[in-house]
């Protein structure tokens, strides 16, 4: 109701671009004011490492500064129509837009899907997960203390299941934006498609990292460690298939697993902690258990593979690395933890089969000096985004989604600007010829 009101008023969704565009800005300002208690408010809430959550709030007015940007040089179109018409097409919002979020990213997540979605006019309502809503709350004030008029951005707290069932379903919900697991995704399109509303999805992934015989191992080891551990494995673009070709695959193994054996589990808000605990009990058990299938399936533990039980408050579970076969769940499904399989491979052809060996299609890194290689591999991999020579790098600017199963539409740049607006076709004619169909003349008028 209240999302709506505010939209119907007018008072954001028909702003001047250019004051929309300074309260953006000033959002952004106000927000690198505040990093660091967010900052807090993320780690405590999430348990991951103080220091990730700092790195990652640094990079969060990014997305305001972009759309503040983008509203104000955005070009709309004037089409070729045929004979004396100017066709112009305009953008716009599509009224109030639903957001669904999950717990491993919370605010980059929902910055990512309400900056486009404000920028563009629209009046929004967003839940966040249940396990990790407080961040959200407090940003939405600081939004309206730096100008955003109250009832653009509404909140709505509550489990899936129940709240987030009740908000897909509400007829008046023009789009759903939603990040998570793809089997809810499946759940919540269904709902999208009672109501003809439009679905943009970000769902789960099974991303390979490809490391070619021409590497600089050390380097590339630093590298994809970052990719498969970070945030405890817990991302949708984690890097959890590590591909790696016969000629450097012992050495590679060895140094990897080396590394991935010295990562500082611990406290999140130790300053030294560069691993935290997984999200819960039920992601904990989730990760053991699939595990334990892989070692029951020929898996071979490289390190890891077992729940820490130390004397913190919190969910730990060991920096994994398993030997496996493509046909192993293990390689198939998302663990969404700290485990990562690896696999040998002989050539580009069979590097391309086992990374396009999966349901789903969301990153993908290629690690080559070679830079035939690099692009010959990056044309051939089903996946949304690609990286070579990184891993997990994020812009706004730059268009995020996936291949696949692991979702539709895409988050970031002008992709997600023009996912939430919708185009008005205006079509004028100027000709000074009249024409009248229905006169009982037999000239040649022809109206098309
Ligand atoms: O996610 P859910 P969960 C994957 C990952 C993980 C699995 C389950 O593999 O192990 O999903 O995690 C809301 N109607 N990812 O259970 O359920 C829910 O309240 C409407 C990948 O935590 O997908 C929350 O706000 N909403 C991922 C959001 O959906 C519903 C990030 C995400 O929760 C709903 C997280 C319903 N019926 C998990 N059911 C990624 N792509 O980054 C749940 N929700």
Redesign the pocket.
């Known amino acids: 109701g209240v999302a709506q009101n505010t939209y119907n008023t007018g008072i954001w969704s028909k702003m001047d671009i250019q004051e929309r565009s300074h309260i953006m800005n000033n959002i952004a300002y106000t927000l690198k004011n505040h990093l660091n208690i967010f900052a807090f408010k993320e780690s405590v809430q999430t348990g991951r490492p103080i220091k990730e959550m700092e790195a990652q709030m640094t990079r969060l007015p990014e997305w305001f500064e972009y759309y503040a940007s983008l509203i104000r040089s955005k070009v709309d179109t004037c089409l070729p129509f045929k004979g004396d018409f100017v066709n112009y097409v305009k953008r716009e919002p599509l009224g109030v837009v639903a957001q ?5 990213h919370p605010l980059l ?1 929902s910055i990512k899907k309400l900056a486009p979605a404000i920028a563009a006019g629209n009046s929004v309502v967003i ?5 990790a809503p407080c961040s959200i709350l407090e940003f939405v004030k600081l939004c309206e203390s730096s100008g955003l008029p109250k009832g653009v951005i509404n909140v709505i707290t509550g ?3 129940t709240t ?2 009740y ?2 379903n509400d007829s008046r919900i023009s789009k759903i934006d ?8 499946r ?2 399109g269904e ?1 999208a498609g009672r109501n003809i509303t439009g679905m943009i999805s ?4 099974k991303s390979p990292m490809i490391v070619f015989d021409d590497v600089d191992i050390a380097d590339v080891v630093n590298g994809t460690v970052f990719g498969s551990f970070i945030a405890s494995g817990q ?2 673009i984690a890097g959890s298939r590590l591909l790696i070709q016969k000629g450097i695959y012992d050495k590679f193994v060895d140094k990897f697993v080396e590394k991935v054996k010295n990562i500082k589990v611990g406290d999140p808000l130790d300053n030294n902690t560069q691993m935290g605990p997984v999200i819960s009990e039920q ?1 904990l058990n ?1 990760i053991d258990q699939m595990v334990k299938n892989a070692k029951k399936e020929g898996a071979k533990v490289l390190c890891g593979g077992n729940i820490i039980n130390n004397q913190l408050n919190g969910y730990y579970y060991e920096p994994t690395v398993l030997e496996v076969e493509p046909h192993m769940e293990i390689f198939q499904e ?1 663990v ?1 933890g700290p485990v990562v399989v690896v696999h040998k491979f002989t050539d580009e052809k069979n590097a391309i089969e086992l990374a396009n060996n999966s349901e789903y299609g969301l990153g993908a890194s290629i690690w080559t000096n070679n830079i035939k290689i690099g692009h010959r591999i990056a044309d051939n991999i089903d996946a949304g985004i690609i990286w070579i020579n990184d891993h997990h790098k994020n812009d706004p600017c730059s268009p995020w989604g996936g291949f696949k199963n692991s979702g539709i539409g895409r988050e970031n740049g002008i992709e997600a600007f023009h996912e939430y607006t919708q185009t008005k076709s205006i079509i004028v004619n100027y000709s000074s010829n009249t024409t009248d169909w229905f006169s009982n003349s037999n000239s040649n008028v022809r109206y098309s």
């Open positions: 669904i979020t999950p717990w491993n997540i839940k966040p997960s249940e396990l489990y899936g299941p987030g069932k908000l897909c939603f990040t998570g697991g793809t089997d809810t995704g759940i919540i709902m970000e769902l789960g992934g991302t949708c992601q989730k998302e969404f």
